[in-house]
Nanobody
Framework: QVQLVESGGGLVQPGGSLRLSCTASGLTLDYYAIGWFRQAPGKEREGVSCISSSTYYSDSVKGRFTISRDNAKNTVYLQMNSLKPEDTAVYYC????????????????????WGQGTQVTVSS
């Protein structure tokens, strides 16, 4: 059974940093594309980043966030720097069990497996 578990969220001041983790069971993360998404109150879930053989980022986080993978720990990370209040959201990792992110990596409907989410709050 595929299970994704996010961790690392919390409260941080504007300009601060957090590192989110997505740990998997039931699948080998280095074989599949893994996406990070977020959902702010009253807004639709949106794609943040994706990792396969390449990495992809939304325009809103490019240059501030970095996605990476530790195959030995079967974990994907999202390093978030220079955080802004508009980054406040519940962050989710997801997979659709395919090899590549592709140019439509941000489309939520293609993903079959989701974690429970971790809250990130950026506030002074």
């Amino acid at each position: 059974q595929v299970q994704l578990v996010e961790s690392g969220g919390g409260l941080v001041q504007p300009g601060g940093s957090l590192r989110l983790s997505c740990t998997a069971s039931g699948l080998t993360l280095d074989y599949y594309a893994i996406g990070w998404f977020r959902q702010a109150p009253g807004k639709e879930r949106e794609g943040v980043s994706c990792i396969s053989s390449s990495t992809y980022y939304s325009d809103s986080v490019k240059g501030r966030f970095t996605i990476s993978r530790d195959n030995a720990k079967n974990t994907v990370y999202l390093q978030m720097n220079s955080l802004k209040p508009e980054d406040t959201a519940v962050y989710y990792c997801a997979t659709d069990m395919v090899r590549t992110c592709g140019y439509r990596w941000y489309q939520t409907l293609r993903y079959d497996y989701w974690g429970q989410g971790t809250q990130v709050t950026v506030s002074s």
